[in-house]
């Protein structure tokens, strides 16, 4: 089953404003991943992140790699329309064979 | 290009009647995995191959079979659909080896059953 909780659930802003997410769990994961997920679509990988404490970017989106190993954050700064989808966290467990998903956040941008 | 590519992207089956969906990756990857993913919820693990080795996960019914003939393609069986087996079906690789491993998936299969 699943072992990693995300928050918030759902998100509703306004186009401009940043976002944050995050990802824990009670398991320790030595890589954590965010997809974005549009309807009807399979998710699409944003950021992969292989080492506690790390940091990385990728355009408008920073992720970071708790330093315990049992959480994860994602952030979006200037939110567009476009970043409309949902946010799920995943971490591979038991040899790097099995990925667990969060439950994902919806994230809604009014323009 | 597309790197895991699943077909049909819809696919409308009757209750009952036996139908399969296929997975084909040109990433060369070791592992191949089907996840079901209903509404709004996360992808659900249903089994994976590392290479031959099919990996079944505790909680998947029966009624789910896989096959893995070669490398680049896999399939997902269900042998008699039921309505709570509408879904969409994922399809996902990854090298299967090492810390810095990551899983790519497909567009994804909806399946109806009527």
């Known amino acids: 089953g699943q072992q990693l909780n995300q928050s918030p659930q759902s998100m509703f802003i306004q186009e401009g404003e940043d976002v944050s997410m995050n990802c824990t769990s009670s398991?320790?994961?030595?890589?954590w991943l965010w997809y974005k997920q549009d309807p009807g679509e399979g998710p699409v990988l944003l950021i992969a992140?292989?080492?506690?404490?790390e940091l990385t970017s990728n355009g408008r989106l920073t992720a970071q790699f708790g330093i315990t190993r049992k959480d994860s954050f994602l952030n979006i700064s200037a939110s567009i329309p476009s970043d409309v989808g949902i946010y799920f966290c995943?971490?591979?467990?038991?040899?790097?064979?099995?990925?667990?998903f969060g439950s994902g956040t919806k994230l809604n941008v009014k323009p | 290009d597309a790197m895991v590519i699943q077909n049909p992207r819809y696919q409308v089956t009757q209750f009952g009647k036996p139908v399969t969906l296929s997975c084909s990756q040109t990433?060369?990857?070791?592992?191949m995995y089907w996840y079901q993913q209903k509404s709004s919820q996360a992808p659900k693990l249903l089994f994976h191959?590392?290479?031959?080795?099919?990996?079944n996960e505790a909680d998947t019914p029966d009624n789910f079979q896989s096959r893995r003939p070669n490398t680049s393609f896999c399939f997902l069986d269900i042998r008699s659909p039921g309505l709570g087996d509408a879904a969409m079906y994922l399809c996902?690789?990854?090298?299967?080896?090492?810390?810095?491993?990551?899983?790519?998936f497909g567009q994804g299969t909806r399946l109806t059953v009527v």
């Open positions: 191959y590392y290479d031959k080795d099919f990996n």
């Open positions: 996902a690789t990854s090298r299967g080896q090492g810390i810095d491993t990551e899983a790519f």
């Open positions: 992140l292989y080492k506690a404490g």
């Open positions: 398991s320790i994961f030595n890589t």
């Open positions: 995943a971490g591979p467990r038991y040899n790097f064979n099995k990925f667990y």
């Open positions: 990433l060369n990857h070791n592992v």
